[in-house]
């Protein structure tokens, strides 16, 4: 199915399969486009990344990149580029998203690079956490962003 993606999720070397397919059917459910950024941490047909998109995955627009550098130099809207990270300063209720914006998301056990975070600090954006956790699981992470931002669009008013 093609349309024009209302958001564009991007996953910086991820590693876990479950979260990519759980973060796959959740764009679909969302019109996103979901980028994955190699070197990922599983096989495109793994078992485990079809089990968690479901049926899914068909459904799927995606796009894979050799690089963060590739994804950058094809990357339209860098000025639209949010790096999420709980590194950064301005959580995401700080900000007013745009059709089209793009967000980019770490490995599980990393998080997104820290030069990568420092270069873009006026577009590092962080969930706010209340209790004594390092971070949200990344699934969990990628459906807030994009529950936050399709709400401040008043995406579906119905």
Same mark, same amino acid.
């Given at each position: ?51 968690? %998109? ?5 459904? !799927?627009?995606?796009? =894979?990149?050799?690089? @963060?550098? *590739?994804?950058?130099? $094809? ?55 209340? %209790? ?5 699981? !990344?699934?969990?992470? =990628?459906?807030?962003? @994009?529950? *936050?931002?399709?709400? $401040? ?6």
């Amino acid at each position: 199915m093609q349309y024009e993606p209302l958001f564009h999720v991007i996953l910086v070397e991820p590693e876990i399969p479950n979260n990519t397919g759980n973060i796959g059917r959740t764009c679909v459910g969302m019109q996103s486009k979901l980028h994955l950024v190699k070197p990922l941490g599983f096989e495109i047909n793994d078992k485990q990344l079809r089990r968690s %998109g479901l049926d899914y995955w068909p459904h !799927l627009e995606w796009q =894979v990149h050799e690089s @963060l550098k *590739e994804w950058q130099e $094809q990357s339209k809207t860098p000025s639209r580029t949010f790096y999420f990270s709980t590194k950064a300063k301005k959580t995401i209720y700080e900000l007013e998203f745009q059709r089209g914006d793009q967000f980019v998301f770490g490995k599980e056990t990393k998080g997104l690079p820290e030069d990568l975070i420092y270069s873009n600090l006026d577009q590092a954006v962080k969930i706010p956490m209340l %209790g004594p956790i390092r971070s949200y699981n !990344l699934a969990n992470s =990628v459906a807030v962003a @994009l529950f *936050e931002a399709s709400r $401040q669009l008043q995406v579906n008013k119905g």
